[in-house]
C-alpha cells in the first residue's frame, strides 16, 4: 500500500495535519522506504501534502531504519533543491495556511 498524500483540516480551531505514513514497519519492514518514496511522487505530482512521522525510540529498537530514513530525506533534500518540493515543520506549515478559511492550493 502507498502511503497516501494528504490535506490540511481545520477542527473546532486546531490545525489538523495528518499523517501519511508512520515511518515503521516491524511487521514488513523492507516495505517503509518503497511506500514512502512511492507516496511522496503521488503527493509531489497532486501538489499535496506528504507527512511522515518516527517516534526516536523506533530508530533504537530498529537500527536499519536510520538508513532508510537516510535514503528517503536525501530524496526529499533532492526535491527540494531542485525546486520541486517545499519542506516545512509543522508550525511553518500552519502560519503558511493561516487561519483555515483557505488552503491556498495545497
Same mark, same amino acid.
Given at each position: 500500500? !502507498?502511503?497516501?498524500?494528504?490535506?490540511? #483540516?481545520?477542527?473546532?480551531? !486546531?490545525?489538523? !495535519?495528518?499523517?501519511?505514513? /508512520?515511518?515503521?514497519?516491524? #511487521? !514488513?519492514?523492507?516495505?517503509?522506504?518503497?511506500?514512502? #518514496?512511492?507516496?511522496? /511522487?503521488?503527493?509531489?505530482?497532486? *501538489?499535496?501534502?506528504?507527512?511522515?512521522?518516527?517516534?526516536?525510540? $523506533?530508530?533504537?529498537? /530498529?537500527?536499519?531504519? *536510520?538508513?532508510?530514513?537516510? $535514503?528517503?530525506?536525501?530524496?526529499?533534500? *533532492?526535491?527540494?533543491?531542485? @525546486? *520541486?518540493?517545499?519542506?516545512?515543520?509543522? @508550525?511553518?506549515?500552519?502560519?503558511?495556511? @493561516?487561519?483555515?478559511?483557505?488552503?491556498?492550493?495545497?
Amino acid at each position: 500500500m !502507498i502511503a497516501p498524500p494528504t490535506e490540511p #483540516k481545520w477542527m473546532n480551531g !486546531i490545525r489538523m !495535519i495528518p499523517s501519511s505514513t /508512520y515511518f515503521c514497519d516491524p #511487521k !514488513i519492514r523492507f516495505s517503509v522506504l518503497p511506500r514512502a #518514496k512511492l507516496g511522496l /511522487y503521488r503527493a509531489m505530482r497532486l *501538489k499535496k501534502v506528504f507527512h511522515i512521522f518516527l517516534h526516536p525510540h $523506533n530508530l533504537l529498537t /530498529y537500527p536499519s531504519l *536510520k538508513d532508510d530514513l537516510d $535514503n528517503f530525506l536525501g530524496t526529499v533534500a *533532492k526535491k527540494r533543491d531542485e @525546486g *520541486k518540493l517545499d519542506v516545512m515543520t509543522m @508550525g511553518e506549515f500552519a502560519r503558511v495556511l @493561516g487561519d483555515g478559511t483557505k488552503l491556498r492550493g495545497v
